[in-house]
C-alpha cells in the first residue's frame, strides 16, 4: 500500500510544481547575491580618512613582463624613472618574455635592466613573473617589495610613495586604481573603462572602506611583498594570475588591501573582438581559479567565522552567478505561454526585480559622479549595457574552455607619455 501511495503521490506532483522547486533556490541565489553586492556597493560611497606616512623608506623592484612590446615599453619605462621617489631605493626590470622583435633594446635604452627569457612550453605572464622572481631573490641586492606593471601602462608619479605609505602601515599586498589611458578612442575603450571605474569605486573601495575585506589583485598596479613571495611562492600561471595569487594569499589568511590614490593608466583594447578574446581569456581563469579555491574559501570562512573568505568565494562565484542569472532569465519566457509557471514571484514581488535592476543602472553613474569623471566619460553609459551583457557568452565560452590554458597576447600600440595623458585629463576635466 505504500508503494501505491507514493506513486499516487509522485502522479499528483505537476510540472509546475517541480519547474517551481527548481526555480525557488536559483532566485534565492540570485537575490542573495544581487543584495550583497548592494550593500557591498555602499561602502564606495565615501572616502574613508586615512593617516599616511610620506617618508620613502621601502625598497622596490619594479617588474614588467613584455613580449613583443616595442610600441609601448619605452614610454613606461621613461615614466617609471621620473617618480616621484628616491631613484637609489627602486630598480626597474623588464622580463622581454620570447621577444622577437626590439623589446628588449628599447628597454635597455630606456633605462631598464632587461632579462631576455625564452621558454618554447611555459608560456604566458605568470610563468615570465615567476622566473624573475627566482632571480631577484638570487641577487646581492634584496628588496622589501615587488610591483608589477603591464608593458602599456604608464603610471602617476606619487605610485611608489603610496607604495611605501601602505607597507611601512603592515600591509603586505597592495592593488593600485586601475586607469585608462585612452578611454575616449572608441566606444569599446569608454565602456571597458567604465567597467574598470566601477569596479574601482564600487568594488575595490568599498572592500577597503569595511575593514575587514580583501581586495583582489587587477593584474597591474600590484605591490607583493618579498617575505610573502619567498614564503609562499608565485606559483600563479593560470590565464588569470593576479586572480591566482590572491586567492591563494588569501586561502593563507592574508589580506590584499587598496591603494585608491596610487593610479596607473592601462590600455584598454579598441575593437569589441579584442575585447572580447581579452575578456574571455579572463572568463577562463576565472572558472579556472574557482575550481580550485572556492569550497576551501567557504569551509575555511564557516570554520574561523570570517567574512572576507566568504567575500571571496563569491567574487569566484561570479562566472556561475552569470550563468545562473541567464538561466532564471531565459526562463521568464514562459510566462508569456505558460501563466501557471510563477518564475519572477516565486521568491520576490514583481516590484522588487524592478528595483534591484533599477539600481544595476545606477552603480556605473554613482561612480563616475563620485570620483569626479569628466562628462565625457558618460556618453558611454549610452551602450554600457552591451559591454555588460556581451559577458554572458563570453561566460559560457569561459566556462566550455576552462580547461584551455593557452595564453593569447592582446597586442598594444598605444605609445603614448605621462605627460600626454596628464595634459589629456586636465582638458577633459575643465571642459
Avoid at 581569456?281 to 569550497?295: P, T
Wanted: hydrophobic letters at 45%.
Amino acid at each position: 500500500m505504500k508503494g501505491v501511495e507514493c506513486v499516487d503521490f509522485l502522479s499528483g506532483i505537476t510540472g509546475a510544481q517541480i519547474f517551481n522547486v527548481i526555480m525557488v533556490p536559483v532566485q534565492s541565489i540570485i537575490i542573495f547575491l544581487t543584495f550583497y553586492y548592494f550593500i557591498l556597493s555602499m561602502f564606495g560611497l565615501y572616502r574613508k580618512q586615512e593617516v599616511k606616512i610620506h617618508t620613502p623608506e621601502k625598497t622596490f623592484a619594479v617588474v614588467v613582463a613584455a613580449h613583443n612590446e616595442e610600441a609601448v615599453i619605452g614610454p613606461l619605462v621613461e615614466n617609471l624613472l621620473q617618480l616621484d621617489y628616491p631613484k637609489k631605493l627602486y630598480d626597474i626590470f623588464v622580463v622581454a618574455d620570447n621577444c622577437t622583435d626590439k623589446t628588449a633594446l628599447i628597454a635597455k635604452k630606456a633605462g631598464a635592466i632587461v632579462h631576455r627569457r625564452f621558454n618554447a612550453e611555459k608560456r604566458g605572464k605568470g610563468y615570465a613573473l615567476e622566473w624573475m622572481f627566482y632571480r631577484l631573490f638570487k641577487m646581492e641586492r634584496q628588496y622589501d617589495a615587488i610591483i608589477i606593471f603591464d608593458a602599456d601602462n604608464l603610471v602617476k608619479d606619487n605610485f611608489l610613495i603610496e607604495m611605501n605609505s601602505k607597507l611601512c602601515q603592515g600591509h603586505q599586498i597592495v592593488q593600485c586604481y586601475l586607469d585608462s589611458k585612452n578611454p575616449f578612442d572608441t566606444w569599446v575603450t569608454n565602456t571597458f573603462s567604465i567597467a574598470f571605474w566601477v569596479t574601482n569605486r564600487m568594488l575595490q573601495l568599498a572592500r577597503f572602506n569595511t575593514g575587514c575585506l580583501s581586495n583582489v589583485l587587477g593584474g597591474t598596479g600590484m605591490c607583493i611583498s618579498t617575505d610573502v613571495l619567498k614564503e609562499f611562492g608565485w606559483g600563479a600561471t593560470s590565464l588569470t594570475e593576479d586572480l591566482e595569487f590572491s586567492m591563494k594569499a588569501l586561502s593563507h589568511g592574508i589580506k590584499t588591501t587598496w591603494a585608491h590614490d596610487a593610479v596607473v593608466y592601462d590600455e584598454k583594447p579598441l575593437t569589441f573582438m579584442q575585447a572580447w578574446h581579452q575578456r574571455k581569456r579572463w572568463a577562463q581563469g576565472q572558472v579556472d581559479v574557482a575550481g580550485r579555491y572556492f569550497f576551501p574559501l567557504i569551509l575555511k570562512g564557516i570554520k574561523e567565522r570570517k567574512l572576507m573568505y566568504i567575500d571571496g568565494a563569491i567574487h569566484l562565484f561570479q562566472p556561475a552567478l552569470v550563468m545562473i542569472a541567464t538561466f532564471f532569465m531565459l526562463t521568464n519566457i514562459i510566462d508569456a505561454f505558460q501563466p501557471q509557471y510563477n518564475v519572477f514571484t516565486l521568491v520576490m514581488p514583481w516590484t522588487g526585480w524592478q528595483i534591484l535592476s533599477a539600481f544595476q543602472y545606477l552603480y556605473p553613474v554613482a561612480a563616475l559622479a563620485l570620483d569626479r569623471l569628466p562628462w565625457r566619460a558618460y556618453v558611454g553609459l549610452v551602450l554600457y549595457p552591451v559591454f555588460i551583457y556581451s559577458w554572458i557568452p563570453i561566460v559560457f565560452l569561459g566556462f566550455i574552455n576552462r580547461k584551455d590554458k593557452q595564453w593569447s597576447h592582446t597586442k598594444h600600440t598605444r605609445s603614448i607619455s605621462i605627460e600626454e595623458v596628464n595634459i589629456k585629463q586636465k582638458k577633459a576635466s575643465s571642459n
